[in-house]
Every structure is written in structure tokens, then in C-alpha cells.
């Protein structure tokens, strides 16, 4: 009797993985002109990080302990860092930690303040300890030696990592503290979690795609028709043509402005995205960058857009940010401390030299 119940759980089993191996994939729905529909409300908060640690090698897929430590691990330091200030205590008895979320307390946000998601991106059942997928290590392909040298004068002119960077005037400052564009590369492409501000709204016509982003005030357009703009026009957020390779938009980028540098980009990389919806709820988006000038290879990256209950607020950041006067008036007040101690100042504003 034992031995038939086995035989019959064994074949259950069997049936099963037949089952799943066999199923249809999914089919997404359609739009009135027939597109497959990739509207709605998404977000691509995630604590995966960008490129792979180390010490995962080659290995993409986490294992089930890896996650549940990772996960348990920061919510450890939301909580951490939503716990009561004691109203007693001096700033210097405070973190001054920016390396994480910039939440230290002479930086300039706390845990309230920010929202990068709490769950590994789990995709294809595969839960991924990188967003970079390729090269086989998850780690950004080696920068061409005068990107190198491009890359360091541009953090020479920003006071190096973490420096404040030139402050003789507003122009002078980063597009997404004037709020210019999103930070990071919220907008893109290609389309990355922030801190907060992870979510899109996405919106289709026969002939136009728009994407919606949440940080700053920023929409995509994706062209549907018609073929790129000439090549010494540069557009904020590039020049995106798309077509549909069966259930997948294919999109391609080209034509960024030079300000737009994402990871030290030149104005010839070239983008390609591919969103596919894998289930009622999520979104496949694929991504390479095709760099030559800057980068020895292309890279590619795998994020997860998930369903999200709407609607997406405005952020209402404008350009003349409330911070700005602050910041040039304290370069200001540095430049006549420096001139007091004779000492030069530093050039662009600033403490000295």
C-alpha cells in the first residue's frame, strides 16, 4: 500500500513538472490596436544593487538564505534609522554615515525620507543579486583609458567623490539638484532605482508610447514611427525610436545630451531597451549600452517593473530649488574665510586650495 501511494505521488509529480514545462507563456494583453499592453501604474524599487558583489563570482541567482539575510539586513537599518532621535543628544553623538542613502545627520536626508524598496528583484523565478546581468560577472565592463582621464576631470571639478562641487552660480550646479532631471538615471535610459521616487506611469497610442516618471518631473517619449532625428541633435533623455518584436517593445536610443553622461556615457553610446510583460504584474526590462568611447565592451542589465497601485503624484521639484541660495551663499561665505587666512580659494567656490 505504501509503495502504491509513493507511485502514485511520484506520478503526480511527474505530471506536474510536465505540466509546467509544457504551459502556455504568458500572453499579454491587448490594446484596441492590438499592441500588447503595457499600461498602468509600475515601480522598479528594489535593494539589488547595480553591479554584483565580488564574492558572488559569476553567480547570478541568490539562494534562499542569501535573500532572507540581505532582506532581514535592511530592514535592520530602516528601522535602525527610523528609530527616535533623543532630543538630548549633540550632533556630534549623531551617525554622520553617508555612504548608505545619504541619511547621516549632516547629510541630507534620514530614513523617512527615502523609499529604495525592500525585496531582492525576483524575475523568472531567478531572485538576482546584481541588476548587470552581462558581463558574466555583473560588474561594469573597464572604462578606455581617456574616458578614464575624462572621468577624473570631471570629479577634480566637482571637489572628487563626494566634493561640493562648483558653486559660482546655479549653472554651475547638477541637473538634479536644480531639478532639471531626475537623479541618477530614474528617466534614462536606461530606467534605474533611486533612492525614492521609483515609480512610472506608462501610456500608449497606435504611434507613441509616454513614460511617466515619478523623481522630478520628467516623461519619455517613444516613437513608434519614423526613424531618428540627425545626429547633432541632442535631446534630454535621447531620441527614442521603438518597434514590437512580437510581445516585446523594442526601444533605441541615440542622440543624449552631453550632460546626460550616465556612468561617464559619451554622446555616441547607444541604448537599447526591451520591455516584455511576464505576468499580470511585472514587466521584464532589458537593457545594453553601447559605448565604444568610453567603455571596452557593451553591458547589459535586467530590472523588474512591478504593479503598483496608482496614481502617480507629481513630485514638483522645480528648478530653483529652495536649497541653492544656501549653498551659494555658503560657498560665498567660505571663499571670504579663505581671503581672511590668506589663503587662495578653490577654483569654481568653495574653501581653499
Not at 530653483?320 to 560665498?332: D, F, Q
Request: aromatic fraction near 6%; hydrophobic fraction near 35%.
Amino acid at each position: 500500500m505504501r509503495l502504491n501511494r509513493l507511485s502514485i505521488l511520484a506520478a503526480a509529480g511527474a505530471l506536474a513538472v510536465a505540466a509546467a514545462a509544457g504551459a502556455a507563456p504568458y500572453k499579454a494583453p491587448r490594446t484596441p490596436d492590438g499592441q500588447p499592453d503595457l499600461q498602468g501604474d509600475w515601480s522598479n524599487a528594489t535593494i539589488t544593487p547595480f553591479e554584483r558583489d565580488a564574492k558572488y563570482g559569476d553567480r547570478l541567482a541568490l539562494t534562499d538564505q542569501e535573500v532572507k539575510d540581505l532582506e532581514n539586513g535592511n530592514a535592520k537599518l530602516v528601522a535602525d534609522g527610523n528609530k527616535p532621535t533623543d532630543p538630548n543628544a549633540k550632533v556630534t553623538d549623531l551617525p554622520t554615515d553617508c555612504g548608505r542613502g545619504f541619511t547621516g545627520v549632516n547629510c541630507g536626508y534620514n530614513s523617512a525620507w527615502v523609499d529604495p524598496g525592500t525585496r531582492i528583484i525576483d524575475m523568472e523565478g531567478v531572485r538576482r543579486d546584481s541588476i548587470l546581468v552581462s558581463p558574466a560577472n555583473g560588474r561594469l565592463p573597464p572604462m578606455k583609458p581617456e574616458a578614464q582621464a575624462q572621468m577624473r576631470a570631471r570629479l577634480a571639478s566637482a571637489g572628487g567623490r563626494g566634493g561640493t562641487g562648483a558653486a559660482d552660480n546655479p549653472e554651475g550646479r547638477s541637473l538634479g539638484e536644480r531639478c532639471l532631471m531626475s537623479f541618477g538615471s530614474s528617466a534614462g535610459p536606461p530606467m534605474l532605482p533611486l533612492l525614492y521616487n521609483n515609480n512610472y506611469q506608462i501610456v500608449q497610442t497606435k504611434d507613441e508610447i509616454a513614460i511617466d516618471v515619478e523623481m522630478v518631473h520628467d516623461v519619455r517619449h517613444i516613437h513608434l514611427t519614423g526613424g531618428h532625428i540627425p545626429a547633432n541633435m541632442k535631446l534630454w533623455m535621447g531620441d527614442s525610436i521603438g518597434h514590437w518584436e512580437g510581445d516585446t517593445l523594442v526601444v533605441e536610443t541615440t542622440n543624449m545630451r552631453p550632460e546626460q553622461n550616465f556612468r561617464g556615457a559619451s554622446m555616441g553610446s547607444k541604448i537599447v531597451e526591451r520591455f516584455t510583460r511576464v505576468s499580470p504584474t511585472q514587466i521584464k526590462y532589458a537593457f545594453t549600452v553601447d559605448d565604444p568611447q568610453t567603455y571596452t565592451a557593451p553591458y547589459t542589465g535586467e530590472v523588474a517593473l512591478n504593479a503598483t497601485k496608482g496614481p502617480l503624484y507629481e513630485y514638483a521639484c522645480h528648478e530653483g530649488n529652495y536649497a541653492l541660495p544656501g549653498i551659494l551663499a555658503g560657498a560665498r561665505q567660505q571663499e571670504k574665510e579663505a581671503l581672511a587666512s590668506g589663503k587662495p580659494a578653490a577654483p569654481g567656490g568653495g574653501g581653499t586650495n
